[in-house]
T-cell receptor, first 114, second 112 residues
Framework: DAGITQSPRYKITETGRQVTLMCHQT?????MFWYRQDLGHGLRLIYY???????DKGEVSDGYVVSRSKTENFPLTLESATRSQTSVYFC?????????????FGDGTRLSIL | GDSVTQMEGPVTLSEEAFLTINCTYT??????LFWYVQYPGEGLQLLLK?????DKGSNKGFEATYRKETTSFHLEKGSVQVSDSAVYFC???????????FGEGTQLTVNP
């Protein structure tokens, strides 16, 4: 089925480890986004991408790295995980530019860092 | 910068009660406004949107009107159901590229 898929759904790791969260969409949407969801903060933008090989930082990008070599994939890497990065991570995509375009979200990855 | 403020939760209602979740925003231009809903264990889904002043978005019995004079986009439903239990997020998009600014979310629980 078409849509946006995140993997894994759940991940437990230790501080200092590198971990990569995967995001794949089948719509060929130009824009893709990574958010983290924390109690009391709603969703905060980590990184976004306007197209393959074009990425930019959001409001909470420190400690995260992204890449986008193909339109359909947008992996998020925590280079050296810290406890403060324990969160639920959501990937989203949007068809085009324009402030009227809604975003389509994956089901999230719940990441726990011990 | 842009910001969205939602009423504090959690909100608990009985089935068939009237629902209002308040949302106000701060933006420098003319944003589009959205309500997203998140059911347990799932990602966010678009519930409704409005793109200009006085527009009313509606879906599944929910409504919200874009009020520029009060910078508000309150979500309402006349008669809630148990299945409406979820977290509701108000959001705005002002720039091109569809970047969204979210409120903190409001947890709604509807009891039978």
């Amino acid at each position: 089925d078409a849509g946006i898929t995140q993997s894994p759904r759940y991940k437990i790791t230790e501080t200092g480890r590198q971990v990569t969260l995967m995001c794949h969409q089948t719509w060929s949407h130009s824009y893709m986004f990574w958010y983290r969801q924390d109690l009391g903060h709603g969703l905060r933008l980590i990184y976004y991408s306007a197209a393959a090989d074009i990425t930019d930082k959001g409001e909470v990008s420190d400690g995260y790295v992204v890449s986008r070599s193909k339109t359909e994939n947008f992996p998020l890497t925590l280079e050296s995980a810290t406890r403060s990065q324990t969160s639920v991570y959501f990937c989203a995509s949007s068809e085009s530019t324009g402030r009227n375009q809604p975003q389509h979200f994956g089901d999230g990855t719940r990441l726990s860092i011990l | 910068g842009d910001s969205v403020t939602q009423m504090e939760g959690p909100v608990t209602l009985s089935e068939e009660a009237f629902l209002t979740i308040n949302c106000t925003y701060t933006a420098t231009g003319y944003p589009s406004l959205f309500w997203y809903v998140q059911y347990p264990g799932e990602g966010l889904q678009l519930l409704l949107k409005a793109t200009k002043a006085d527009d009313k978005g509606s879906n599944k019995g929910f409504e919200a009107t874009y009020r520029k004079e009060t910078t508000s986009f309150h979500l309402e439903k006349g008669s809630v159901q148990v299945s409406d239990s979820a977290v509701y997020f108000c959001a705005l998009s002002e720039t091109s590229g569809s970047r969204l600014t979210f409120g903190e979310g409001t947890q709604l629980t509807v009891n039978p």
